[in-house]
């Protein structure tokens, strides 16, 4: 072994108006900054490494030649080593020794090496190719790969190694593991082709992870696990893993900030277990199940992302989780752009387009929130598809959304009687059907809505013994209402004009009634052309008209009264020998 110790006289001549000087070794590498009198030695191929570090002091560097090193080594502190041409053409190989490759130290920097061949015994089922424990080094520029165990193994609290330009791939567990409260610095790093995770952290640490790319891992591409765990992992790019895209699980949370995460196995983010994160500003497309999973009474955040082209939902909250998604696109996904099951969300200021299903699914009794959003052109490719759908969920409350051109109704309930408040409908309708009692309060209606991609007439539409109170909305287009199968809707206090800029049909009814219904129709003000209060067989038989309504009644006995509050003093209208209710009044003989 050739060793040579260099000591700059020039630089002692000049130490003290000049610190550092700037030494050029024999690499196509970019020079790097040494303090002076840095001991250097030399290693060449057939040379031991191991033996030019048990030589060397210190704060000195082994630079080593180009070719295959068949050892293991441990470095010392504050020791780099080097290679001259970098890791395509020179490489570390552990396989014929046990244990670890490389082993570091305080402060020591491993810059350049192919790092390969770690060998797992059933004694050393939990080493690995590169071990960094309780320590902070750097390790930087290195290929690290086909090894039995993870890549690179960091543990310890208090340290901060800096893990830089590394290629880590083919490793039989993780690409790089973090444990034991690790506050460790992860930047530009590729992850691929892991058994594993890509990254793997884990033990209550709290590394940052950044502007790495992790993909064709066999399970996720980064994973986060343990309570107490808590990342910073920003402006990484995760795509192709066959799990997640990034990961969390036992309870540990997050900070995922202007990731990109695309074309992952199953969910591009999940959570479970418990877990907690902060989503923001990442773009999440075309993963093969949820973009977003969240479920196992978990909790997110989920703010200023892109989440669009998902095959499944664009985010899924489920069984427990308390979970803010606000000013997202969500665009275009699968089935659902958002679906909430069995939890509690406030849906914020998003825009939910051209979801192939509905915009928003709301099921089994939670409580949902969903206010300023523009709710547009979902449903396109299912009959039955909607802005939103609201199923046995109570108390939920959806107010001050913009609904537009959704293929199916605006929004969809059954099973429930939710609070629909102070939205705008274009070309759009609500739903009531199967036992459907929602509250529909100061809504806008401009123009009826379209079901199934048809023109619908009606802005509201009652179906199936459904109940609804509909009271103090504005409805501008034909036929607002329409009550069918035994529906007993109370409407109360609406205005109804025939005739406005968006209307598809100005100047027809108000309100439709079909067979077998008894709406209670209160105090509402019909304007602007509409011909009709009400058409249909149900006004000779089960109508229930009170004081306070003006307009024209039109019966299928072609009998047309112009009803009047003054001309009959708040009394109940009788037409054609029917019985009507009104208050207080009790069931009245029917006239022969």
Same mark, same amino acid.
């Given at each position: 072994?050739?060793?040579?110790?260099q000591?700059?006289?020039?630089g002692?001549?000049?130490?003290?108006?000049?610190?550092f000087i700037?030494?050029?070794p024999?690499t196509p590498q970019a020079?790097?900054?040494f303090p002076?009198?840095v001991?250097i030695?030399?290693?060449h191929?057939g040379?031991?490494?191991?033996?030019?570090? $048990?030589?060397?002091?210190?704060?000195g560097?082994v630079?080593?030649?180009s070719g295959v090193?068949?050892?293991?080594?441990?470095?010392?502190?504050?020791?780099v080593?080097r290679?001259?041409? @970098?890791?395509?053409q020179?490489?570390?190989d552990?396989?014929?020794g046990?244990g670890?490759?490389v082993?570091l130290?305080? @402060?020591?920097t491993?810059?350049g090496f192919?790092?390969?061949?770690?060998?797992?015994?059933?004694?050393?089922?939990?080493r690995h190719?590169?071990?960094?424990?309780?320590?902070s080094?750097t390790?930087?520029n290195?290929v690290?790969?086909?090894?039995?165990?993870?890549?690179?193994?960091i543990?310890g609290?208090?340290?901060?190694?800096q893990?830089s330009?590394n290629?880590i791939?083919?490793n039989?567990?993780?690409?790089?593991?973090?444990t !034991?409260?690790?506050?460790?610095?992860?930047?530009? =790093?590729?992850?691929?082709g892991?058994a594993?995770?890509?990254?793997?952290?884990?033990g209550?640490s709290?590394?940052?992870?950044k $502007? !790495?790319?992790?993909?064709?891992n066999?399970?996720?591409?980064?994973?986060?696990?343990?309570?107490?765990?808590s990342?910073?992992v920003?402006?990484?790019?995760?795509?192709?893993?066959e799990?997640a895209g990034?990961?969390?699980?036992? @309870?540990?949370?997050a900070?995922l900030k202007?990731?990109n995460?695309?074309?992952?196995?199953?969910?591009?983010i999940?959570l479970?277990?418990?877990?907690?994160a902060t989503?923001?500003?990442n773009?999440?497309?075309?993963?093969i199940?949820?973009?977003?999973g969240?479920?196992d &009474?978990?909790?997110?955040?989920i703010?200023?992302n892109?989440?669009i082209?998902?095959?499944?939902?664009?985010?899924?909250?489920?069984?427990?989780?308390?979970v803010?998604?606000? !000013?997202?696109l969500?665009?275009?996904n699968?089935t659902? @752009?958002?679906?909430c099951s069995?939890?509690?969300?406030?849906v &914020?200021k998003n825009r939910?387009l051209?979801?192939i299903?509905?915009?928003i699914?709301?099921?089994?009794?939670s409580?949902a929130e969903v206010?300023?959003?523009q709710?547009n052109?979902?449903?396109a490719?299912?009959?039955?598809?909607s802005?939103i759908l609201v199923?046995s969920?109570?108390?939920?409350h959806?107010?001050h959304n913009?609904?537009?051109d959704?293929y199916?109704?605006?929004?969809y309930t059954?099973?429930?009687?939710p609070?629909?408040?102070?939205?705008?409908?274009?070309n759009d309708?609500i739903?009531?059907?199967?036992?459907?009692s929602?509250t529909?309060k100061? !809504?806008?209606?401009?123009?009826?809505?379209?079901?199934?991609?048809k023109?619908?007439?009606?802005?509201v539409d009652?179906?199936?013994?459904?109940h609804?109170?509909?009271?103090?909305?504005e409805?501008?287009?034909?036929?607002?209402?329409?009550?069918?199968?035994?529906s007993h809707?109370l409407?109360m206090? =609406?205005?109804?004009?025939?005739?406005?800029?968006?209307?598809?049909d100005?100047?027809?009814?108000?309100i439709?009634?079909n067979?077998?219904c008894?709406?209670?129709?209160?105090?509402?003000i019909?304007?602007?052309?509409?011909?009709?209060?009400?058409?249909?067989?149900?006004?000779?038989e089960?109508?229930?008209?009170?004081?306070?309504?003006?307009?024209?009644?039109?019966?299928?006995n072609?009998?047309n009264i112009?009803f009047k509050p003054?001309?009959?003093?708040?009394k =109940?209208l009788?037409?054609?020998g029917?019985q009507f209710?009104?208050?207080?009044?009790?069931?009245?003989?029917k006239k022969?």
């Amino acid at each position: 072994m050739a060793v040579k110790i260099q000591k700059s006289i020039v630089g002692l001549v000049l130490a003290l108006a000049a610190p550092f000087i700037l030494i050029w070794p024999q690499t196509p590498q970019a020079a790097t900054w040494f303090p002076t009198g840095v001991e250097i030695v030399s290693v060449h191929e057939g040379e031991s490494i191991q033996a030019a570090i $048990n030589k060397i002091k210190e704060g000195g560097m082994v630079l080593v030649s180009s070719g295959v090193y068949y050892e293991t080594i441990k470095l010392k502190p504050k020791v780099v080593l080097r290679s001259e041409s @970098g890791p395509e053409q020179t490489t570390i190989d552990g396989s014929h020794g046990q244990g670890t490759v490389v082993q570091l130290a305080e @402060g020591s920097t491993l810059d350049g090496f192919t790092v390969t061949g770690r060998v797992e015994t059933d004694q050393e089922q939990d080493r690995h190719a590169i071990e960094c424990v309780d320590i902070s080094p750097t390790i930087k520029n290195n290929v690290i790969r086909d090894n039995k165990g993870t890549g690179l193994y960091i543990s310890g609290a208090q340290t901060e190694p800096q893990v830089s330009g590394n290629r880590i791939y083919d490793n039989q567990k993780a690409g790089i593991g973090i444990t !034991n409260q690790s506050k460790a610095q992860i930047f530009e =790093n590729q992850c691929y082709g892991n058994a594993e995770a890509g990254i793997g952290i884990r033990g209550k640490s709290a590394p940052t992870v950044k $502007n !790495n790319k992790c993909f064709l891992n066999q399970k996720v591409g980064i994973g986060i696990s343990d309570k107490g765990t808590s990342p910073l992992v920003e402006g990484n790019e995760c795509y192709d893993n066959e799990g997640a895209g990034i990961g969390l699980q036992e @309870g540990a949370t997050a900070v995922l900030k202007n990731n990109n995460v695309h074309k992952n196995g199953r969910a591009g983010i999940g959570l479970r277990d418990a877990s907690s994160a902060t989503i923001e500003g990442n773009q999440i497309e075309a993963n093969i199940l949820a973009g977003i999973g969240i479920i196992d &009474k978990s909790v997110a955040t989920i703010k200023d992302n892109q989440i669009i082209n998902n095959t499944m939902a664009g985010v899924t909250a489920m069984d427990g989780c308390k979970v803010t998604i606000e !000013n997202n696109l969500i665009e275009a996904n699968g089935t659902q @752009g958002i679906v909430c099951s069995s939890s509690e969300v406030l849906v &914020k200021k998003n825009r939910v387009l051209k979801n192939i299903h509905h915009g928003i699914g709301i099921y089994r009794q939670s409580k949902a929130e969903v206010c300023e959003n523009q709710i547009n052109y979902n449903g396109a490719n299912d009959k039955r598809g909607s802005g939103i759908l609201v199923v046995s969920s109570d108390e939920s409350h959806i107010h001050h959304n913009d609904f537009n051109d959704n293929y199916g109704p605006g929004v969809y309930t059954r099973r429930c009687s939710p609070l629909i408040s102070e939205n705008t409908f274009t070309n759009d309708l609500i739903f009531a059907m199967f036992h459907a009692s929602p509250t529909i309060k100061n !809504n806008v209606f401009y123009s009826a809505g379209k079901s199934g991609g048809k023109k619908a007439k009606s802005g509201v539409d009652i179906r199936e013994s459904s109940h609804p109170i509909i009271t103090e909305n504005e409805f501008l287009g034909k036929f607002a209402i329409a009550v069918h199968s035994k529906s007993h809707p109370l409407v109360m206090k =609406n205005k109804f004009s025939g005739s406005h800029k968006n209307s598809i049909d100005s100047g027809r009814s108000g309100i439709k009634v079909n067979r077998n219904c008894r709406p209670s129709i209160v105090d509402n003000i019909f304007y602007n052309g509409n011909k009709l209060l009400i058409v249909g067989r149900s006004v000779t038989e089960n109508a229930i008209l009170s004081f306070g309504n003006t307009g024209q009644i039109k019966t299928m006995n072609t009998t047309n009264i112009d009803f009047k509050p003054e001309e009959h003093g708040g009394k =109940n209208l009788i037409v054609a020998g029917n019985q009507f209710l009104g208050p207080g009044k009790g069931r009245e003989k029917k006239k022969k």
